[in-house]
């Protein structure tokens, strides 16, 4: 027929197809994922870097009240008994009177 190729039905036939998919224009979805992505992190980075300054700032403050109540506490004691070696009693110095 013609000299066309033709094909012999004893022998196996072997085929393949392949698909590709390309979408050349998406809206620059990937650019700004990309670009939220580093703003959502920076954001975060900054969340730790307050919450640091936030606990070093408790725990210095929380130092300096413990500090504050101790002196609080033990200069009233120092101060009782440094006065009640200086002072004599009312009845020892009347006797040495």
Do not use: E
């Not at 050349?24 to 990937?30: A, C, E, H």
């Not at 130092?63 to 020892?92: C, D, E, G, V």
Request: proline share 3%; glycine share 6%; no cysteine.
């Amino acid at each position: 027929m013609n000299g066309g190729s033709r094909q012999d039905l004893n022998q196996p036939f072997y085929g393949a197809m392949l698909t590709l998919r390309w979408d050349l224009f998406t809206g620059f979805d990937r650019y700004y994922g990309v670009h939220k992505a580093m703003a959502q992190r920076n954001a975060s980075r900054s969340q730790l870097k307050a919450l640091k300054v936030d606990v070093i700032a408790t725990v210095w403050k929380d130092y300096y009240h413990f500090l504050s109540a101790k002196r609080n506490t033990l200069l009233p004691r120092r101060w009782s008994r440094r006065q009640k070696k200086r002072t004599t009693p009312i009845w020892k110095a009347i006797a040495t009177a």
